[in-house]
T-cell receptor, first 112, second 113 residues
Framework: QKEVEQNSGPLSVPEGAIASLNCTYS??????FFWYRQYSGKSPELIMS????GDKEDGRFTAQLNKASQYVSLLIRDSQPSDSATYLC????????????FGTGTRLTIIP | DAGVIQSPRHEVTEMGQEVTLRCKPI?????LFWYRQTMMRGLELLIY????????DSGMPEDRFSAKMPNASFSTLKIQPSEPRDSAVYFC???????????FGEGSRLTVL
């Protein structure tokens, strides 16, 4: 079982709709969770972080965390063509363990 | 402010040759990470440093790989001898305190023929 799992996609969403990206992780002691966006040929960039159960909103982005289910999601509202990218879920371990483990990413395409 | 700077951006070499990748982290960041990205395996952590000291090198594939951080502003990843399966994009990233908020360089694309 992979430590961090994502559906590789591709996920196609019409412009203006909500894109929903999902991620599960295997290590129950994981404390911190992140979503990175990577455009084709570019490096990953951080877009959201979440540390406690529930929802965290930042503009059009909402991260959701459920530690009991070991599940993290990212919602993108009012999807724009510029949101087309690969979204990487990343998980950090217990306190003192600075290792950040990435999923293989979900490729998202917003259809105009 | 300058971001993480990596060099070279592209490297094409022949099997058996030595490859050295270089990284300058963001000033003031105390963590430095080397990742490798391939289509098949995604982003894999090779090694990370805290205050120039290697903390976890469990991701380094084998003895052909080595990494150093002689000071706070410079790190190298060396592959000797290189093999075709080492072909990948190698990213350097740095962070301050919280290791989850990484700032990545533009990457070094390595092709080993």
């Amino acid at each position: 079982q992979k430590e961090v799992e994502q559906n590789s996609g591709p996920l196609s969403v019409p412009e203006g709709a909500i894109a929903s990206l999902n991620c599960t992780y295997s290590d129950r002691v994981s404390q911190s969770f992140f979503w990175y966006r990577q455009y084709s040929g570019k490096s990953p960039e951080l877009i959201m972080s979440i540390y406690s159960n529930g929802d965290k909103e930042d503009g059009r982005f909402t991260a959701q965390l459920n530690k009991a289910s070991q599940y993290v999601s990212l919602l993108i509202r009012d999807s724009q063509p510029s949101d087309s990218a690969t979204y990487l879920c990343a998980v950090k371990g217990d306190f003192g363990n600075e290792k950040l483990t990435f999923g293989t990413g979900t490729r998202l395409t917003i259809i105009p | 402010d300058a971001g993480v700077i990596q060099s070279p951006r592209h490297e094409v070499t022949e099997m058996g040759q030595e490859v050295t990748l270089r990284c300058k982290p963001i000033s003031g960041h105390d963590y430095l990470f080397w990742y490798r990205q391939t289509m098949m395996r995604g982003l894999e952590l090779l090694i990370y440093f805290n205050n120039n000291v290697p903390i976890d090198d469990s991701g380094m594939p084998e003895d052909r790989f080595s990494a150093k951080m002689p000071n706070a502003s410079f790190s190298t990843l060396k592959i000797q001898p290189s093999e075709p399966r080492d072909s990948a994009v190698y990213f350097c990233a740095s962070s301050h305190r919280s290791a989850g908020e990484l700032f990545f360089g533009e990457g070094s694309r390595l092709t080993v023929l």
